[in-house]
Each structure stands twice: as structure tokens, then as C-alpha cells.
């Protein structure tokens, strides 16, 4: 099983000269831990950025390979993932199965886990990451950078 996400990475970089924080769209088998496929548009996750991403995964060429292949099933969280221009999503089928609610990061544990390692093993130490502790907080994190 390979479970599916979006999430807005917490670093800011530049986009034409804006400052934005891009998502990350990526396909995680579950058995494995591997990350199959990934995609970081700078905009909102869209049908390009969720079709870049499954191919990465699916494809077993160079580079994407040697991973890769046809999941048995695939959970994504909430509604689905979007797969056209719109509100249309992916509909359930026997290859698709819906996962938990929106915000239910405990029922999509593989990759929730892939999400918070990559923020801070990777992302905190990047220069335009969001989440530094302000000074004369006392809690460790705080989200006064993260407009």
C-alpha cells in the first residue's frame, strides 16, 4: 500500500520574485518506508504536480528507478488528490481507497512520519525555514515568520 500527501513545506523561497512556501506532493510505500515519488510545485497542489509525482513513482527508468512499480492500493487523506483543473478529485476505485478525514495525521502514519522527519532533519536548517523559536518565548517553536 502507498499512501499519498500534500504538504506545505515551512521555508520560504523565492518565486518570481515573491516569497513562498511550496508544497510537497509525494507517494511513500508503506512496507518499505521508500519514498516513490515526489513533486514540489510553488503554487497549491494541482493535477501536474500530483501526475509529476506518480509518475516518479511509478516509472523503474533512470532516475526515477530502481523503485517503483503498481501499488496495490493507494490511501490519501481527506478528499483525494486532485487530478483535474477544478474541484474534481480521484474517486475511490479498487486500486484507490479513501483514507482517513482531513487533519487526521494518526490514520496516515507513513507519511505524516516523512513529513515531520523531512522538516526537521532537512528544512529546519534551510535559511528561509518558518519556524524558528522567537526570542523571550518560552515555548520552542512559534509561528511568527510563517505569513
Known amino acids: ?8 513545506a515551512p521555508v520560504l523561497v523565492d518565486v518570481e520574485g515573491v516569497a513562498r512556501r511550496p508544497w510537497v506532493t509525494w507517494f511513500v510505500d508503506c512496507a518499505s518506508n521508500t519514498i516513490m515519488g515526489v513533486a514540489v510545485p510553488p503554487g497549491h497542489p494541482s493535477r501536474e504536480s500530483v501526475l509529476a509525482a506518480l ?9 526515477f528507478g530502481p523503485q517503483g512499480g503498481l501499488p496495490e492500493k493507494v490511501r490519501v487523506e481527506g478528499q483525494g488528490l486532485p487530478v483535474e483543473d477544478g474541484d474534481r478529485r480521484v474517486q475511490p476505485s479498487r486500486r484507490h481507497r479513501r483514507g482517513p478525514a482531513p487533519y487526521t495525521p494518526h490514520l496516515n502514519g ?3 512520519g516523512w513529513n515531520r522527519a523531512v522538516e526537521s532533519m532537512f528544512l529546519a536548517a534551510l535559511p528561509g525555514y518558518v519556524r524558528r523559536p522567537c526570542p523571550g518565548r518560552r515555548r520552542a517553536r512559534c509561528w511568527c515568520g510563517s505569513r
Open 55 to 63: 509518475r516518479a513513482a511509478v516509472v523503474r527508468e533512470e532516475p
Open 110 to 112: 507513513t507519511v505524516e
Open 1 to 8: 500500500m502507498w499512501e499519498a500527501d500534500h504538504v506545505q
